[in-house]
């Protein structure tokens, strides 16, 4: 497929999106963004188990990007609060239909998502539950804050015991040669401190989430003999288990990944299983391909059946905002039902052409804000992917001159109203602050570079 075909079918992903419903078995079943919701089965839910032979759906609650107050996002409207009551019903359909993980942070949702968490867990007996939360000491990695951030986690979820404790999110290597992992876990004695308090019962499990240098991740797996590694949570999912170096240089392949975690035994935790949603809603000429083997089942089905045939794989992680999420969710894991060889090849097909497609890899996790000069970063890289889908990104000379009007017509008068312009991409002056809190390891300053050039020189051509 050419790229002007390709341009070409991104104009029906959205229409694409609702067709893709999954197990249209209730009769008044509704469709949105391609989920299906509608009544599903209870108690067959798919279990896996941990280290310690405690069953874990397979299916976990991410808690990451939760509703908020009258829809939107906290970008659009920072002093929103989170919507309790939807999400107190959409922790009850998980738990109702055997969902027991569910995973937060202290950064999560500017500091919202532990307390909306215990809050709607705690309705429910403690043993129906699992919780894992993180160090997030990202800003402040000294021993009397990290353990103040670790003592608060208790206080927002109110328990007594945490789950599964993470050391959230390492990789990385400073000017100086300094590991995140040494400086943030290892320097100020904390994980010397989570090792004792595991050995108290106050943290059942005790493990770790990786974004970064392959390096990094290796010294780590290697000190499973040493700290014996409950588990380990990383991304992976289709595209990323043969591109994600491909499309990010610094990253790492998830078969690497997982490859090295099952030598050790050590159970998975699963992230981005979705691609922050991206895989759920693909244009229409990878949609169809899907659709054309299982015109039943949503887009995000695919890639949860896909985790699915890893059974190192403990758990995967979906940041549901909605309560058609957590059905179609549910739905694709109760029970959980194998890809065939076949299927496997097509995915194969749809990661290479996905993976080759110039989107930039965010995943709107939110990381990289606030941005100390306001840019709406998520934001400004949400409406470029968009542009991409609907075919409004065109370079003169690439297509006929009609067509490059109206894509340049198209984004400049969407650009404004999506995004503030004290907010747009022009505003990023290459401070850097951004590209130690990434997961995906974009460059944000140069693609912000990169969006700022192109929407010149469309203002340019109107000249």
């Not at 009769?27 to 896996?48: C, D, F, I, L, Q």
């Not at 993976?355 to 941005?371: D, E, F, R, V």
Request: aromatic share 10%; glycine share 8%; with cysteine.
């Amino acid at each position: 497929m050419d790229r002007r075909s390709f341009l070409k079918g991104m104009a029906g992903a959205a229409m694409a999106g609702a067709a893709m419903a999954v197990g249209c078995d209730h009769p008044n079943a509704a469709k949105s963004e391609g989920y299906a919701v509608g009544e599903v089965p209870t108690g067959s839910m798919t279990y896996r188990k941990d280290a310690h032979g405690q069953d874990v759906s397979l299916l976990g609650f991410g808690m990451m990007r939760l509703p908020i107050e009258g829809g939107g996002s906290l970008r659009d409207n920072p002093n929103a609060k989170l919507d309790q009551e939807l999400i107190n019903r959409m922790v009850d359909y998980a738990m109702e239909h055997g969902v027991n993980y569910y995973d937060t942070a202290p950064v999560y949702l500017r500091g919202m998502s532990e307390k909306a968490t215990g809050i709607a867990l705690n309705r429910h007996p403690r043993e129906k539950w699992l919780v894992a939360t993180k160090l997030s000491n990202f800003r402040n990695w000294s021993r009397e804050e990290s353990i103040k951030m670790y003592e608060q986690s208790f206080v927002e979820l109110g328990v007594d015991y945490i789950d599964y404790y993470l050391l959230h999110s390492f990789g990385g290597v400073s000017d100086d040669g300094v590991s995140d992992f040494e400086k943030r876990f290892v320097d100020n004695g904390m994980l010397d401190f989570l090792m004792e308090e595991r050995e108290k019962g106050r943290i059942r499990n005790l493990g770790w989430s990786f974004h970064g240098l392959q390096s990094e991740f290796d010294k780590v797996v290697a000190l499973h003999d040493k700290y014996h590694w409950d588990f380990a949570q990383i991304q992976m999912n289709y595209v990323d288990w043969h591109y994600a170096h491909e499309i990010e240089p610094e990253n790492v392949n998830a078969e690497y990944l997982y490859t090295e975690l099952d030598k050790k035994e050590i159970p998975i935790v699963i992230m981005e299983p979705v691609l922050g949603g991206r895989l759920a809603t693909l244009n229409e000429a990878l949609a169809n391909q899907l659709k054309t083997s299982e015109p039943d089942r949503s887009l995000a089905s695919w890639a949860f059946r896909h985790l699915g045939m890893y059974p190192r794989i403990m758990t995967s992680l979906s940041g549901m905002s909605a309560m058609e999420h957590v059905e179609d969710n549910v739905r694709t894991h109760c029970p959980m039902t194998p890809l065939s060889d076949e299927q496997m090849r097509l995915l194969e097909r749809v990661a290479d052409e996905f993976a080759h497609y110039p989107a930039i890899p965010c995943t709107a996790c939110q990381y990289c804000m606030p941005c100390p000069y306001g840019l709406d970063i998520p934001g400004i890289f949400s409406f470029y992917n968009k542009s991409l889908m609907e075919g409004n990104i065109a370079t003169e000379g690439t297509v006929e001159q009609r067509e490059f009007r109206r894509a340049r017509k198209a984004f400049l008068t969407t650009y404004d109203k999506s995004i503030e312009r004290l907010r747009q991409a022009d505003h990023c002056i290459n401070c850097g602050e951004c590209l130690t809190h990434c997961p995906q390891g974009i460059k944000i300053p140069d693609k912000m570079h990169m969006i700022d050039d192109y929407t010149n020189k469309l203002k340019d051509s109107l000249v």
